[in-house]
């Protein structure tokens, strides 16, 4: 799969988020309180897109997490198979 000149940037910019919040507690934290100013101090600079920001702390090694991320549009209403799975486990 190829990615994007966005899609590799926004893969480097997590990469560095990432890192800074297993190597400094501090940043961590506040990245967990207020993910949007905290961004915006390390970045230096305003955020480049509207959206709210959630952050999550998975490290802790006794949980498997999984991230739902937002359904892509006219996914579910063209694909039927896709569709029909996800309405047999909503059902259960």
Known sequence: MNLSK???KGKGV???IISEAWKNEHFKNSLL???EQTLEIF???KLPF???IKVTDQTD???????IP???DGLLSED????KAAEEVSSK
């Open 50 to 52: 509207g959206k709210k």
């Open 6 to 8: 966005n899609q590799i």
């Open 70 to 72: 937002v359904i892509p």
């Open 14 to 16: 997590y990469q560095r």
């Open 43 to 45: 970045f230096r600079g």
């Open 80 to 83: 039927t198979e896709l569709k």
């Open 61 to 67: 090694n006794e949980y498997l997490y999984i991230n």
């Open 33 to 35: 309180k207020n993910p």
